[in-house]
């Protein structure tokens, strides 16, 4: 690796540092300082491969935030998130390229829509934060993460075809559809696969470190292979990653700790390595083109820039208007429909912010032959001046809109009392049945005479009790029970809790982001249970 990069790495994970600290937007403040930062003579001047960098940084991103998201919401939630991922992602490049092929038309169609493919998918990462920060319904946080996973699969498809089209091939209009049809079949097919084999993984090996390192190769295993077959790399990563995020809960509590500040890591130094590389890069892009074209390019981007915050609303609430109508007038209401307001709309109409993916596909665009030298510029500048420019105008003023709207979560906190309510009652009913068939079991084994013990244990265990020594008292009091007994015994109720929470959100009971902090509670008890067991008591004579 040259040190240029690595103080890249550095220094842009140190900006992000200071904005999280802050409570800034990170991308946007790393981009600035990064362009602030070209000007200085000791600046490195750094240079990755475009494609390289696509690939070294779409897998793990998208697996990280796949993981996170809900199935069960996502599901949910697929009628908006289909419209948003594919047709909103259509619309936006066809309506960006000819715009872009009208205004500049040295781009070429081709590449006026190769343009409009890079620019058309936002990206959730900051609405997310910022949704998560204001506490936003999570009907909208499930909508923008799912399409920020299926928008990414729509937009870099596109781009396989127009660069094909720029490069001389012929592909016709069913030619493209079935291109994306192939490309949805085996890039879900791929991901399901290598979802299934992690999987059986983790259930298999109790070793974190070991199920660690493949779950970090396995994104780029998914990714790899599915384009080779001409699939969707993205789609094999987001079927992986929502199939592996589903099924976690079924796997060792040290698997689940290791891996989540893992990527939270992973997703930090990737994000804010490429603003930062984007933004050291755009001056000298700026000055590779020419001194006429620049005027024109910096006019096409800020047209571009009106188009993608222009079609987002004018295709949101038309369509909701219709699954409105649909629902009420000719009774297609589906059980899976989640109703959107006019307020949520307005909310995900301005969410549409661009990143990562956007800058990155640009950069890789730039290494396109047929595109020519000044068309590639073109397009990265125009990249950069969108992204950035959404990050500004619908990134800072999102909370305002939010905050102006008066959109709170006070029906998911009702409803996750309801829930939690229920849970509790099946819990508790699930716990005892657990704990009569184990008391039968300890006298069959210890005798009458140490029910007493088996008693005072349970009773602490079934209040969850913080006391860090509770373990070490009920031993010391028993003359033949052991420490490894007492330890099972407590595990053991722990996972018929657990299965009581999977059991009420495969139901659609439970939400899913609340069975995530309930089983992380979970998991802390019994890491708590496992450190109490490895200090064993001195034995007595």
């Not at 904005?19 to 003579?41: D, I």
């Not at 009208?102 to 997310?128: K, Q």
């Not at 099946?426 to 210890?446: I, T």
């Not at 407590?490 to 899913?512: C, T």
């Amino acid at each position: 690796m040259e040190a240029g990069i690595f103080y890249v790495l550095v220094g842009s994970v140190a900006v992000a540092a200071f904005a999280r600290s802050r409570g800034w937007p990170a991308p946007l403040l790393v981009t600035v300082v990064a362009l602030a930062a070209s000007f200085l003579p000791l600046v490195p001047d750094v240079d990755v491969d475009g494609h390289l960098l696509l690939s070294l940084v779409l897998p793990p991103l998208l697996y990280s935030a796949a993981l996170e998201v809900s199935f069960v919401g996502f599901k949910r939630s697929l009628p908006q998130i289909r419209n948003l991922g594919i047709w909103l992602v259509l619309l936006t490049a066809l309506a960006v390229g000819f715009v872009a092929w009208w205004m500049l038309p040295s781009l070429t169609l081709p590449g006026a829509l190769l343009l409009g493919a890079i620019v058309a998918p936002p990206d959730a990462v900051s609405a997310a934060a910022i949704g998560r920060r204001l506490g936003l319904p999570r009907r909208i946080m499930t909508v923008l993460s799912g399409e920020s996973l299926i928008n990414d699969a729509t937009s870099l498809t596109l781009y396989r075809v127009f660069a094909a089209i720029l490069a001389g091939a012929t592909v016709s209009v069913w030619g493209g559809v079935g291109q994306f049809l192939l490309a949805v079949a085996v890039g879900v097919g791929v991901g399901l696969i290598f979802g299934l084999v992690l999987h059986q993984m983790r259930m298999r090996i109790n070793d974190a470190v070991v199920i660690g390192t493949f779950g970090l190769l396995a994104p780029f295993g998914a990714y790899a292979i599915a384009e080779h077959l001409y699939g969707s790399g993205v789609l094999a990563v987001v079927a992986m990653g929502l199939y592996v995020g589903y099924n976690s809960p079924r796997t060792d509590y040290t698997t689940r700790q290791q891996e989540k500040p893992l990527w939270l890591s992973a997703d930090l130094l990737l994000e804010s390595f490429v603003f930062a590389y984007i933004g050291l890069q755009f001056p000298r892009v700026l000055s590779d083109l020419t001194s006429e074209s620049v005027p024109r390019i910096l006019a096409l981007s800020g047209v571009v820039l009106l188009v993608v915050l222009v079609v987002r609303p004018l295709f949101i609430y038309p369509v909701s208007a219709w699954s409105r109508f649909r629902r009420t007038h000719l009774s297609r209401k589906h059980s899976s429909d989640q109703e959107l307001t006019w307020k949520d709309n307005a909310v995900i109409s301005w969410a549409g912010m661009r990143g990562v993916v956007t800058l990155a596909t640009a950069v890789a665009a730039a290494d396109l032959a047929a595109l020519g030298s000044q068309a590639s510029h073109a397009i990265v500048v125009v990249a950069f001046i969108v992204t950035v420019g959404t990050l500004l105008l619908q990134g800072l003023t999102l909370p305002l809109l939010i905050r102006g709207l008066g959109i709170v979560s006070v029906t998911d906190e009702k409803e996750d009392e309801e829930a939690l309510a229920a849970l509790r009652r099946k819990s508790r009913k699930a716990g005892k049945a657990f704990l009569d068939q184990k008391r039968v079991e300890w006298e069959a084994k210890y005798g009458e005479s140490e029910l007493s013990v088996f008693d005072a244990f349970t009773k602490r265990v079934t209040r969850v009790e913080k006391d860090t020594d509770e373990v070490q008292k009920v031993e010391d009091t028993a003359t033949r029970p052991s420490l490894d007994d007492l330890l099972a015994l407590s595990k053991g109720w722990l996972h018929v809790r657990r299965e009581v929470l999977l059991a009420e959100r495969d139901a659609g009971n439970l939400d899913e982001e609340v069975m995530r902090e309930l089983i992380a509670a979970m998991d802390a008890e019994e890491l708590a249970l496992d450190t109490r067991g490895a200090v064993r008591p001195p034995s007595r004579a």
